[in-house]
């Protein structure tokens, strides 16, 4: 491990961004944020402002190349995540980006052809669920064997409410997204098809989005899986999964803050947004992510997880287009990685 702190440049300041700046300044250890950049560039100089020795940047290829700069947390939106991840390939900065990787399936598979031709694993793509302690114990019970072999995962993703913008295919490819992954790591396999189905939409979305919309996974093992995403829900923040193996079963989400009782009522806190309710997946994702960097080494999902789940969701928007079961179609691992592990 490097004795140096690892110095990181974050690229893109919204939500996320700026919530990563936050937990690389006062939470993760042996990282220094040293540049934030922002298309807005008076809110990246705004947040720069917050913290001793930060500047902000206004092209992010200039903070991707900055010499300043050791490693990259990519937080802008999905559409810009190609130009930049492959810039951060190009530099050969370890990069954790969020997801989705990039918005489609062959672009995806362009980052993962640009890895692998640069040596080495670079890339890590945040699908912080797997860091969650929750769902961490699940998929430790399901490796166990304890229950038996996996057959059936439930998932339900709703979010309070989003943007106008937010529009029916960014539930597949933005939210759901998270649901592929998790499916994938849970079952240690790939999904084979998608379907996509949306009922009669709340009056709570925007004109013309299909929200909630329910998905069906077919696992090329012979596994299944049921995800509901409703992302204008009105409720909170609420994730919950259920695995179902052969003799036994595994739910997490079910909320674990106080319990209060008070003027006839009782009843918990539902968190508010993502930032809220993974706020530990994301440091110890983060931290997770620093540590391996400074070793030289990808931790967690890789380039690879990214592009299986872009391809998923690929083939999710064509499913919700057209109302059918669609088959993802994926590169062989093989082909791009000439039988070797990553
Ligand atoms: C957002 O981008 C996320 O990644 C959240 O985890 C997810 O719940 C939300 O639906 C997405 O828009």
Redesign the pocket.
Known sequence: MSAAPLRVGVVGVGL?GADHAERLVHRIAGADLVAVSDPDTARAAELADRFDGVRAVGDPLDLIAGEDVDAVLIASPGFVHEEQVLACVEHGKPTLC??PLTMDSESSLRVVQAERKAGRPLIQVGF?RRFDPEYAEMKRLIDSGDLGRILLVHNT?R?RS?ADS?RSE??VR??L??EVDVCRWLFGDEIETITVHAPKPTGEAAEGVLDPQVAIFRMAGGGMATSE?F?NSQVG?E?RCEAVAERGNVTIGLGQSVFVRRANQYGGRIPD??RDR?ARAYDAEVQAWVDASRRGEVAGPTAWDGYAATAVCTAGMESLATGRPVTVAMAGRADIFGGGDR
Do not use: C, G, L, P
Request: aromatic share 20%.
């Open positions: 996320m969020e997801k912080m993703h979010n989003v937010f960014m539930i933005d939210s997204v998270h995403v992302v923040y994730v947004d993502f993974f």
